[in-house]
């Protein structure tokens, strides 16, 4: 089994920042590509930021600048640092990674969220 706990969510004013974490725990072999996705009420869920396994990472253009995502690979863990936060960021958070697991089985995996809530 593999588990994706994400935390570091909560309520910030615009302009604020915030680190949300993503720990990944189980049977695990190797970690590939892993994000962070976003879904705002009533919209659809989206990608915000993406990292291999060898540290390239990849944003959508709402957040280049603001946020930055990075890993700790031998601590299997996932980062998201989000500064100068806006309205428009308020979203849960959700984790997704590709995992290869000791039984050399594959699967992309998703943490249960975290809700980030920007005011204005």
């Known amino acids: 089994q593999v588990q994706l706990v994400e935390s570091g969510g909560g309520l910030v004013q615009a302009g604020g920042s915030l680190r949300l974490s993503c720990v990944a725990s189980?049977?695990?072999?190797?970690?590939?590509?892993m994000g962070w996705y976003r879904q705002a009420p009533g919209k659809q869920r989206e990608l915000v930021a993406q990292?291999?396994?060898?540290?390239?990472?990849n944003y959508q253009d709402s957040v280049k600048g603001r946020f930055t995502i990075t890993r700790d690979n031998p601590k299997n863990t996932l980062y998201l640092r989000m500064n100068s936060l806006k309205p428009e960021d308020t979203a849960v958070y959700y984790c997704?990674?590709?995992?290869?697991?000791?039984?050399?089985?594959?699967?992309?995996?998703w943490g249960q969220g975290t809700q980030v809530t920007v005011s204005s």
């Open positions: 997704n990674g590709y995992i290869l697991r000791r039984d050399n089985r594959g699967s992309a995996y």
């Open positions: 189980g049977s695990i072999l190797r970690i590939g590509a």
């Open positions: 990292i291999t396994s060898d540290g390239s990472t």
